[in-house]
């Protein structure tokens, strides 16, 4: 089992920035990538990005050149640095690790509301 704790969320202007965090903790020998994903009223949940424990990372187009998605493997955390933040990035933010093993683990998610 791994516990995902979130944090960083919040209500924002157009153009402002924003950083999430998200520590994982219990089984965590096992994860290979930890990543974030959002989903907003009447939508389906996306990947925003995501971080292999060898650094290599993946992104959203819709989101390439604004957020920036890092990781420390010492502290089993994962964060989100959210530039340049539109009204289109209001979603809930939600926290995913993908253990070896297959297992994907959700945390709470998070609020992310970005004002006109």
């Known amino acids: 089992q791994v516990q995902l704790v979130e944090s960083g969320g919040g209500l924002v202007q157009a153009g402002g920035s924003l950083r999430l965090s998200c520590a994982a903790s219990?089984?965590?020998?096992?994860?290979?990538?930890m990543g974030w994903y959002r989903q907003a009223p009447g939508k389906q949940r996306e990947l925003v990005a995501a971080i292999t424990r060898g650094g290599t990372t993946n992104y959203a187009d819709s989101v390439k050149g604004r957020f920036t998605i890092s990781g420390d493997n010492a502290k089993n955390t994962v964060y989100l640095q959210m530039n340049s933040l539109s009204p289109e990035d209001t979603a809930i933010y939600y926290c995913?690790?993908?253990?070896?093993?297959?297992?994907?683990?959700w945390g709470k998610g998070t609020p992310v509301t970005v004002s006109s």
């Open positions: 995913n690790v993908h253990l070896l093993v297959g297992m994907d683990f």
């Open positions: 219990g089984s965590i020998f096992s994860i290979n990538a």
